[in-house]
């Protein structure tokens, strides 16, 4: 198992119910996986973009550290993007 790191831009438009239940989402992606969530937190409230995403202005920046099979990355990346709630996502593996 590969140890990475990922960062997702979330819709600023979620109540607060509706990030808890996307960040436990996101978690269950990599356990359906056979990986390991070590970390979650949110990274910044509300960040303003230097130029739109899918016209927000702004966006809830999340980061998550997991472990997983680097076989499995290409299918947590997919389910992801699938995700009409996550802007944009950034997965790197850390050494």
Known sequence: MKKYEAMFIIKPSLSEEERKNLFLHLSEVV??????VSSGSVWAEKKKFFSPIEKYEEGLYYLMNFSIPALAIKEINHAYKLNENVLRVMITKIE
């Open 31 to 36: 356990t359906k996986n056979n990986g390991s």
